[in-house]
């Protein structure tokens, strides 16, 4: 418990020395923390390998042979060396193909991180709403603990004085560590919500929820499963236009000391090497590609028809919270009327403590269930907002 309080007080103490953050600030601090922000920039960097060598004019790196012959007998001393330098060659339509290819992977890419924002987003949004519920009752059940406290200490003196009876005292030491237990149960809930948010994002101090309510847009997971459609779209191009391997051209220089005395001769040589395609090397790399373009099709449409669900259930759940909000403020209303009116009963002895117990506990529950209800409400436009793309 001294390590719960302790881990309370230094978060609170910092909070107090800095403002809180925003969910924006969030999500750019748990994207930072995130291991996904580093493979995705690992992946940025082969795309710009990749448009480099896109746009070379060789296909590939070029080799280079070299070659040595001696002769024995007749024709002892005869001696030839040969040396070659060649570099493959782009197929006709296959340069600009991965050239696009390259393009619409980096399109790919963009949306790809910015879907992942939105998850972190929703993560963020979700552990901040539970640390400020777990605030809210931690903040209530503080109050409550107070009032208990002083209920006591009221009945104590009453008993003392001979105006009650010694069982009122039992029953006003009880609600007090009911009381107190409900305290150390909300002191240990906040803990445990601020260390997941520091496991998120990193940050002391959780964000507030104060968003409002974003337009409708394109939605970044629609917009991830679109760029991907294309960039498969793009490779099945780039595989059909790859019918064979490069074409390489090659040039080289021949020396030959013939022996016996004769000079030695040079000469140039050039030479192109032509690969033949065919459906064995070409056929089972097509129909996989095509494959995996009817994939990211078939993930396209099932990510628009999972937006539309998500945005038809959001706004429904945002209704009900806020009719949840207005009927609970209601409720607490009407307790919050009834417990004072007992409790000045109960100050002029009119009414009995267990009569003052039951209203206290109806007025706190009514008070924590106001205090939910309105925390769901700002939860579900969140939701609405995750559901709709926006990002905080």
């Known amino acids: 418990m001294a390590a719960v309080a302790g881990l309370l007080a230094l978060a609170f103490s910092a909070g107090a020395q800095t403002p809180r953050p925003t969910l924006r600030d969030a999500v750019d601090a748990a994207w930072h923390l995130s291991p996904q922000a580093r493979a995705l920039a690992n992946r940025q960097a082969e795309l710009d390998a990749r448009a480099r060598a896109a746009g070379s004019f060789l296909a590939g790196a070029p080799t280079v042979s070299l070659a040595h012959k001696a002769g024995r007998g007749a024709a002892s001393g005869a001696q030839e060396t040969e040396a070659e330098i060649s570099a493959p060659l782009w197929q006709p339509k296959l340069r600009s193909a991965t050239a696009s290819q390259v393009e619409a992977d980096r399109a790919a890419l963009a949306a790809q991180i910015a879907a992942a924002k939105l998850k972190l987003a929703s993560e963020a949004r979700e552990v901040a709403a539970a640390a400020a519920l777990a605030e809210t009752q931690l903040e209530l059940a503080t109050r409550k603990m107070a009032e208990a406290q002083a209920l006591a ?195 002029l002895g009119e009414t009995d403590l267990p009569t003052r117990l039951r209203a206290d506990a109806e007025r706190f529950e009514a008070e924590l269930a106001r205090a939910r209800t309105a925390i769901d409400a700002r939860r579900a436009l969140s939701k609405l907002n995750q559901a709709n793309g926006a990002m905080p």
């Open 153 to 347: 200490s009221d009945t104590e003196r009453r008993v003392k004085a001979g105006e009650s009876a010694r069982v009122d005292a039992l029953r006003a030491g009880s609600a007090l560590s009911e009381a107190e237990s409900a305290r150390a149960g909300a002191e240990g809930a906040l803990a445990r919500a601020l260390a997941n948010w520091r496991a998120l994002t990193g940050l002391p101090q959780p964000a507030a929820l104060d968003e409002a309510q974003g337009a409708e847009g394109a939605h970044p997971l629609v917009q991830a499963a679109e760029a991907q459609a294309r960039a498969a779209r793009s490779k099945l191009e780039v595989t059909e236009a790859d019918r064979r391997d490069p074409m390489e051209v090659g040039v080289g220089v021949v020396r030959e000391r013939p022996g016996g005395g004769a000079p030695t001769e040079s000469a140039v040589r050039l030479s192109l090497r032509v690969p033949l395609g065919g459906d064995i090397r070409n056929g089972a790399r097509i129909a996989a590609a095509r494959a995996e373009l009817d994939a990211a099709e078939a993930e396209l449409d099932a990510s628009r028809r999972l937006a539309a669900s998500e945005r038809e259930a959001a706004l429904a759940e945002l209704e009900a919270a806020r009719r949840s909000e207005r009927l609970a403020l209601e409720r607490e209303r009407f307790a919050r009327e009834a417990q004072e009116l007992i409790a000045k009963s109960h100050r």
